[in-house]
């Protein structure tokens, strides 16, 4: 079974998007094919591959248009095992477009249906909203993942969130799950930081992954120079950080997939 794992955040600027790409470029370095879907109109993660001219069809075609299968706009990386489905602005449009349609939340799911067998883990970027883009990724996931930066007032705003998760839990999509949440943009020179961070965990307790992603300006240009973290600063803080955030995402993943097949068999 593929994890297909949604990154979300409804506030912006807190790693979504350096999360998506790096966690997904970490388990292509651990033999895991990958695929990186960019559902942000910013495509923030599509500009750290590829020049916006170089996209044609995008994830607007395929989730706007039943013609257009996800297969045919999935982009190669450098590396071998990296696969993205860009997103572009157009994406924006949907929110309208598909108001009213009756198979709006699930335009995602039907379009991963036939390929999502062909990845072992599927990594979702979602805008900074909790709109019809968050919603299909929440839809289509088996697994939500939740960045969240040390800062105040980081906290406020995940009860959206969660229930916008719980409530696509009771109907649409039973089988999502929180994978963890990740703390980022961590600074331990700061109490804020400090502060957040024993905050976050009396809130989240188990749910909190061990690793914490620290402020690193190696993760901030890396896109700049379209490469990720493990190819720009291998030896950075940043890429020791997502590699062990990889190892912690493949192991809940694996347990739970025990779990799953467990409750299947009882
Ligand atoms: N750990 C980090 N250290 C330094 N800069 C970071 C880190 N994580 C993210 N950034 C920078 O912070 C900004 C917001 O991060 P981004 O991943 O785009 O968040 P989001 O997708 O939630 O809006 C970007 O400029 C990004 O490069
Ligand atoms: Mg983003």
Known sequence: MTAIITIANQKGGVGKTTTAINLAAALANRDKKTLLIDLDPQANSTIAFYDSGEISNSMFEVLSDSRVGLATVIKPSKDPLLFLAPGRLALAKLEQQLAGQFDAPFRLKDALAPVEKDYDYVVVDTPPSLGILT????????????????????????????????????????????LGVVITLYDKRTNISKDTHGQIRSVFGEVLFKTKITKNVRLEESPAYKETIFTFAPKSPGAVEYKKLAAEVIQRVEEDRVARHAEDAA
């Open 135 to 178: 919603v299909n990724s929440l839809v289509a996931g088996t697994h939500l993942l939740v960045p969240i930066q040390a800062a105040y007032f980081a906290i406020e705003g995940t009860d959206d969130l969660l229930e916008t998760y719980e409530r696509i839990r009771a109907r649409p999509n039973p089988g999502l799950k929180v």
